[in-house]
């Protein structure tokens, strides 16, 4: 028991646990929008802004146990994930159009760089002490 109360202080486990619920939540979410007679484009925005939603909450208060107001870090947040998303769908595409790599294995491939710069960016910018204190 001791070995995993340790094993979950840790910011990086409790972020990928953090990731790993979000991801499940957006799914059923666009299952959810799909089954309720929403196109996929509309099920896919409301599914994935659910998880959005989840995984600032989740990583606010669990994962970085961040104190402050969480207002003003909502942008900073989010422009994390934006820069992610786009470093992520980049290598995608290079990967399909300029390597010519099986585009299921060219999007698990853009999986660890948005990984580490989502948990990067939210653990050293977005939910720092700094951020608490100007807030």
């Given at each position: 028991?001791f070995?995993?109360?340790?094993?979950?202080?840790s910011?990086?486990i409790?972020?990928?646990?953090t990731?790993?619920a979000?991801?499940?939540?957006?799914?059923?979410?666009?299952?959810?929008?799909?089954?309720?007679?929403?196109?996929d484009?509309?099920?896919n925005?409301?599914?994935?802004s659910?998880?959005?939603?989840?995984?600032?909450?989740?990583?606010?208060?669990w994962?970085?146990?961040?104190?402050?107001?969480l207002l003003?870090?909502?942008?900073?947040f989010?422009?994390?994930?934006?820069?992610?998303?786009?470093?992520?769908?980049s290598?995608?595409?290079?990967?399909?159009n300029e390597?010519?790599?099986n585009s299921?294995f060219?999007?698990?491939l853009?999986?660890?760089?948005?990984?580490?710069?989502?948990?990067?960016?939210l653990r050293?910018y977005?939910?720092?002490?700094?951020?608490?204190?100007?807030?």
């Amino acid at each position: 028991m001791f070995m995993l109360k340790n094993l979950l202080s840790s910011s990086i486990i409790r972020f990928g646990i953090t990731g790993i619920a979000n991801t499940l939540f957006g799914l059923l979410m666009i299952y959810l929008g799909k089954l309720l007679g929403a196109g996929d484009i509309t099920a896919n925005i409301f599914g994935y802004s659910c998880g959005l939603l989840l995984s600032f909450q989740l990583n606010s208060s669990w994962t970085f146990r961040y104190q402050g107001r969480l207002l003003p870090v909502v942008y900073k947040f989010c422009m994390v994930i934006l820069i992610a998303y786009l470093v992520n769908l980049s290598i995608v595409l290079y990967s399909i159009n300029e390597l010519l790599i099986n585009s299921y294995f060219a999007q698990a491939l853009g999986v660890l760089p948005y990984a580490i710069i989502s948990y990067l960016g939210l653990r050293f910018y977005v939910f720092t002490k700094e951020s608490s204190k100007a807030s």
